[in-house]
């Protein structure tokens, strides 16, 4: 009971244990490359997210919108096949045709298909925070991120490190939702695998847990904040992640009074803090670093974005990573279908959809 | 040209047994002339005889065509002959001008003379060496910088060395070499024994090679190349097996990450280093020597300490750790098998059975209760012998009298015995023979095919290439550079390491 606190008061003290603000190396099967950073370019789209395939059309949202478009057409033109009043923040589709959607105020809803424009029950405490759906037979699995912010708020759920995110169960024919997993740190994505079991990726702890139990995680210790899972057609599955973790974030994050007085006095795009894109005005924070090379000091400023999608096998190792790195524009990847033939990826971050086809997935790019 | 040393009919016995049969032997003055062998072969014996360490059985040794008995190496050197050794003879808790003055001392000595002396010995010699540090701070490519100068200076017109650039950096061997050829332009004649076969085409002038204690090939250097040299030296053609590439489809897929070390920091000489390590593959560790890879290594074997401010994270098995000691570590599956296995890598004066017997009470030390089990150490010794084909003349043979490969895989066994998930082996074939350096590379693949995630650190490119399913470039103190075997060349790694 007395250990703990001294524990981590000599942890903050000496920088470690629980008080250490290092990172995982990105090495091994995460190695860097520039795969996304030169991927073809299927659409150019402000801010495009969710990306859902139900067999025939690729769904995705742009802002308030839901969008589709055939993914086989040379030059794909995407059509608005729903619009709402608040912004889109997550997607699901069925082969049968059904488009689920979550909005940031809440709301879960269906958006194309027989029930178009019903709602369905609001899970968890209000207001809602949905950020990932996945049809799982007749029912609905939900992310709720938070319980204190709106899913475009994230960035306030990981500075005030919260961890109220849970995951439930909607039956799609009625009925009192079921929660599968509780306590969770922004649960951001969702994947089952054979045998029904739901993978949940856990943003602001870094890792992809089982929604039965998340004591021994399928994936820790990840680089960066994972967003949506997807399932790859060759088996195993795909883990978009939204943005790099760094050292200053880390250290930050310890730093509560220095948070306070951030959210009191900076906007949020401002803030030290990971973000979809980066570089784009000057009032955004720098990390300086520097290092000294045969007697010249090089200095350089580590990205708060980055792009990175990462191949997962059945086990939920990984086996491949496709980059865009702290030079590239392509970042805050947030979700990804797998065609087959090719993945598409949404760049929400650099307002692209991109195609990652077999070649460049084979490639081991410098 | 008349030989400056010729030996005829050497042998020498060891309590009846022959490590050296009538072998002849002639050096010209002026020349470099390499001795090549497997471990065993006779070498050191040969070397030793020459410098008076040892007595032959029989045999005529000829100095300048008369006659000579070397009965103590003081006669030797007193004859012109100095050795230095692969062994380190330096006194450590003395500085190294002390050491390079030891046996010359007045009767009232001032050291500030001697350390500016020192300075003066050991710039011409190009050899950075600081002479007022204690040699026991030195590590071990220092070490054998201040013994290769120890001999330099006793002007010596025959200097013997036993496996000189074991240690040294590629630009510390560049500044070796170019000393030999000023000796060699001084009249001196080298005896050079080495087991990178490069250096001895590079720089010798002829080649002797044993096997087995006998003579097999004298020859000028014109009429080798490596593949003679290796059939002359083990019976077979080993190239191809030992300095292949490995291809890209060779590699092995990652299995679990098991090891994460994240801003890795102690002192100056790991800095912020992070790198994975994974299940199932051989990882390769490349970097100059004072690049900090061992250190890196002893701190997550727990050797030695991290710095206790800021010193970084170690995760094994996705849990942080911090060992103070080895013996956690060992128990949660990391072992560490040492570049100086002779220091620290076995009992030098106990045998087989005991070396393993002690390793396994490190794991457990209630095992045997209070009574040392003397059926278990015969069963551990008979296992592991056979397991590892440690070659031995007998079953109670001393650690100490075993060859290089053989006490290397007698440290292997102990390493394999905890049963580990992680074991790093550093400069796992410095100073083994060819025959056994292909024995212990099939030995770190077979680790790596069954599943174990293996840690190689090595300061030899070709080995590097040959093995690694990952190549961790080392420079500074952390890890700068990976590459995937199929984007490796010999010249890319080497330009990471250094710039």
């Known amino acids: 009971m007395i250990m703990g606190p001294i524990r981590r008061a000599i942890d903050r003290f000496r920088g470690a244990g629980s008080a250490a603000i290092t990172l995982p190396p990105m090495d091994g099967a995460i190695r860097p490359n520039q795969a996304i950073e030169v991927a073809t370019l299927v659409l150019e789209i402000e801010a495009p997210d969710n990306l859902v395939f139900d067999g025939r059309n690729i769904f995705f949202s742009n802002g308030a919108a839901v969008l589709s478009f055939d993914p086989a057409a040379t030059t794909p033109r995407p059509e608005t096949i729903a619009t709402f009043d608040h912004p889109v923040t997550c997607l699901a589709a069925s082969a049968e045709g059904t488009v689920i959607a979550g909005l940031n105020d809440g709301a879960i809803l269906f958006a194309a298909g027989p029930r178009k424009g019903q709602r369905l029950a609001e899970v968890g405490a209000k207001p809602s925070c949905p950020t990932a759906l996945l049809i799982d037979g007749g029912t609905l699995i939900v992310c709720h991120g938070s319980r204190q912010n709106a899913p475009l708020n994230w960035k306030h759920d990981l500075m005030q490190l919260n961890a109220s995110g849970s995951v439930w169960r909607i039956d799609l024919a009625g009925g009192a939702p079921t929660c599968l997993a509780d306590g969770l740190a922004f649960p951001y994505g969702l994947a089952a695998d054979s045998a029904r079991e739901i993978a949940i990726s856990e943003s602001w702890r870094h890792r992809v847990v089982s929604a039965r139990s998340s004591d021994t995680p399928l994936l820790d210790n990840l680089p960066g904040y994972p967003a949506r899972l997807a399932p790859a057609v060759g088996g195993g599955y795909w883990l978009c992640v939204f943005a790099p973790r760094s050292r200053l974030v880390e250290f930050v994050l310890h730093e509560r009074d220095f948070c306070a007085d951030m959210f009191r006095e900076v906007e949020p795009d401002y803030w030290i803090a990971p973000s979809l894109t980066s570089g784009r005005s000057f009032l955004e924070p720098l990390q300086g670093g520097a290092i000294k090379q045969l007697g010249i000091l090089k200095p350089w400023a580590p990205s708060r974005s980055y792009g990175l999608l990462i191949r997962l096998d059945a086990k939920f190792l990984p086996v491949a990573s496709y980059h865009s790195r702290a030079d590239g524009v392509r970042h805050g990847l947030t979700s990804c279908v797998d065609l087959g033939d090719r993945v598409l990826v949404a760049s929400k971050g650099g307002n692209a959809i991109i195609a990652l086809d077999a070649a460049a997935q084979a490639g081991d790019a410098p | ?499």
Request: hydrophobic share 45%.
């Open chain 2, 1 to 499: 040209m008349n030989p400056l040393l010729e030996m005829h009919g050497i042998t020498k016995e060891y309590r009846g047994v022959p490590v050296v049969k009538n072998v002849d032997f002639t050096l010209l003055p002026g020349e470099v002339h390499a001795l090549l062998g497997e471990n065993g072969a006779g070498k050191s014996t040969l070397t030793k005889i020459m410098a008076g360490v040892v007595q032959p059985t029989a045999g005529v040794i000829q100095l300048d065509g008369k006659p000579a008995t070397f009965a103590t190496p003081a006669v030797a050197l007193q004859s012109g002959i100095a050795m230095v050794f692969q062994e380190t003879t330096l006194v450590p808790s003395m500085t190294v001008a002390q050491n390079l003055y030891l046996g010359e001392e007045k009767f009232l000595n001032r050291l500030r003379g001697i350390y500016i002396s020192a300075q003066q010995f050991l710039q011409s010699l190009n050899f950075h060496v600081d002479p007022t540090a204690t040699v026991a701070s030195l590590g071990a490519a220092k070490k054998q910088m201040v013994e290769i100068a120890r001999a330099v200076r006793h002007n010596a017109r025959i200097i013997i060395f036993d496996e000189p650039t074991a240690t040294l950096t590629p630009e510390e061997k560049h500044h070796f070499f170019a000393l030999v050829q000023r000796l060699k332009g001084r009249g001196v004649s080298v005896v050079f024994i080495s087991h990178a076969l490069e250096e001895a085409l590079d720089i010798a002038d002829r080649i002797t090679i044993l096997r087995d204690g006998e003579h097999i090939v004298t020859d000028v250097i014109g009429a080798f190349d490596r593949d003679k040299i290796i059939r002359s030296m083990v019976g077979r053609s080993l190239s191809g097996e030992l300095y292949r590439r490995r291809e890209q489809a060779q590699v092995r897929p990652a299995g679990r990450r098991i090891l994460s070390v994240q801003d890795l920091t102690m002192g100056s000489m790991v800095r912020n280093n992070s790198f994975s390590v994974y299940e199932g593959q051989i990882t390769g560790l490349f970097g100059l020597v004072g690049s900090g890879r061992s250190e890196t290594a002893r701190i997550v074997a727990g050797a030695v300490k991290r710095d206790f401010f800021h010193g970084g994270e170690v995760r094994f098995e996705d849990r942080p750790v911090r060992y103070k000691v080895p013996a956690p570590a060992v128990k949660d599956g990391i072992v560490y098998v040492t570049e100086d296995r002779k220091l620290e890598g076995f009992f030098e004066t106990m045998s087989i059975g005991d070396n393993m017997y002690a390793a396994m009470l490190a794991r457990n030390l209630n095992a045997g209760g209070l009574f040392v089990n003397m059926a278990e150490m015969r069963r551990l010794a008979d296992e592991w012998t056979q397991t590892l084909n440690i070659r031995a003349t007998n079953k109670g043979v001393r650690a100490v009298e075993l060859s290089g490969g053989n006490q290397q895989k007698l440290v292997i066994g102990k390493a394999l015995l905890q049963k580990p998930k992680l074991i790093i082996f550093d400069e796992p074939t410095r100073g083994v023979d060819v025959g056994a350096i292909g024995e212990i590379h099939q030995l770190i693949n077979r680790l790596a095919d069954s599943g174990l995630a293996v840690v190689m650190i090595s300061s030899y490119l070709p080995e590097i290439m040959n093995l690694s399913d990952r190549i961790l470039v080392c420079r500074q103190g952390r890890v700068v550079e990976e590459f995937t075997p199929g984007q490796a060349t010999e010249e890319k790694v080497m330009y990471a390491a250094v710039h």
